[in-house]
Structure formats: C-alpha cells, structure tokens
Nanobody, 123 residues
Framework: QVQLVESGGGLVQAGGSLRLSCAAS????????MGWYRQAPGKQRELVAT???????NYADSVKGRFTISRDNAKNTVYLQMNSLKPEDTAVYYC?????????????????WGQGTQVTVSS
C-alpha cells in the first residue's frame, strides 16, 4: 500500500515562515508529478504548486515569489517552503502525488492525497 504522510503545519504570525514536508512510502515504482493544494474554510480546494519528476515547476499566482516547492526523489519527498506568510494563506494544505506502484504481477498508476495539515497565519 502506498501512502503520503505530511508534516510541518502550524500557527505562525504574518510575515513568518513554515516548511511543509510530504513523504511517500510503500511499493513505489515511480512518482511523476507531486504538488501541494490548499482548502480554506468555505472555499474550493486550489492548486498551490507542483513539480514534475523532471523538475518543472508551477505556482499559483497568489504564492509566486513567496513559496518554493522542491522534491527529493531519493527520499520520495516533496517540500513546500512558505515565506512572507499572509493571513489569507490560512488553510488546510494537502500533498498530492501521481504514483506508479508495483507488485509481483502488475504496475498500477494512482493519484494519492495526504491527510492534510493545518496552516494558520495570524495577523
């Protein structure tokens, strides 16, 4: 079984920083794109940033210049460094990954989500 486990959320004052981590574990053959999404109360889940397995990056306009996504392929881990945080960044942050898992008899492509981690930015 393949799963994503997130860590690093918390409470921070406006202007502060946090770093989120998300590690994939299990029978992993390959991880394609990895990314972070967030969902604020009463709002739809939205893309924050993604990184492909070749290193191509994509950011939401609202976080460009403040957030940095990176990945460590050897550790099957994706990170989100969040600087200059604003109250409007408050949300539950979810890790996402496109994973190819394997067993003795097959390869299987799947999209996984982490359990979510709360980020709260106080003004």
């Amino acid at each position: 079984q393949v799963q994503l486990v997130e860590s690093g959320g918390g409470l921070v004052q406006a202007g502060g920083s946090l770093r989120l981590s998300c590690a994939a574990s299990g029978s992993i053959f390959r991880i394609n794109a990895m990314g972070w999404y967030r969902q604020a109360p009463g709002k739809q889940r939205e893309l924050v940033a993604t990184v492909s397995n070749s290193g191509s990056l994509n950011y939401a306009d609202s976080v460009k210049g403040r957030f940095t996504i990176s990945r460590d392929n050897a550790k099957n881990t994706v990170y989100l460094q969040m600087n200059s945080l604003k109250p409007e960044d408050t949300a539950v942050y979810y890790c996402n990954a496109a994973v190819v898992s394997f067993s003795a008899t097959y390869y299987r492509s799947m999209e996984l989500w982490g359990q979510g981690t709360q980020v709260t930015v106080s003004s």
